[in-house]
């Protein structure tokens, strides 16, 4: 069982920044493959980015692309969206994920979620 905590959300006006944290507990995070996804109010919950559990390959929705950045940090069990130039259709909650080994994109792959964390930005 991995449980995990998102921290970094809050509100931002659009072109700014905020960087997402998520911490992990419980299992041997470096097993672990991670993903952002994020659920905009009365939408599904979409795949933002991914990242291998050695951190070398990532992966990204193509409206995020050039703007966000995921990495990790194994030593710390941590991992991180950075969210830059930030639109208003930005705006969700927020959700890391992990699942075992391979990386993944679609929602129904991950095993474990956190609580989420709201993130909002104004034009």
């Known amino acids: 069982q991995v449980q995990l905590v998102e921290s970094g959300g809050g509100l931002v006006q659009a072109g700014g920044s905020l960087r997402l944290s998520c911490a992990a507990s419980g299992r041997t995070f470096s097993n672990y493959a991670m993903g952002w996804f994020r659920q905009p109010p009365g939408k599904e919950r979409d795949f933002v980015a991914a990242?291998?559990?050695?951190?070398?390959?990532?992966y990204y929705a193509d409206s995020v692309k050039g703007r966000f950045t995921i990495s990790r940090n194994n030593a710390q069990n941590t991992v991180y969206l950075q969210m830059n130039s930030l639109k208003p259709e930005d705006t969700a909650v927020y959700y890391c994920?992990?699942?075992?080994?391979?990386?993944?994109?679609?929602?129904?792959?991950?095993?474990?979620w956190g609580q989420g964390t709201q993130v909002t930005v104004s034009s």
């Open positions: 990242i291998t559990v050695s951190g070398v390959t990532t």
């Open positions: 994920a992990a699942r075992t080994f391979s990386i993944a994109t679609t929602r129904d792959e991950y095993d474990y």
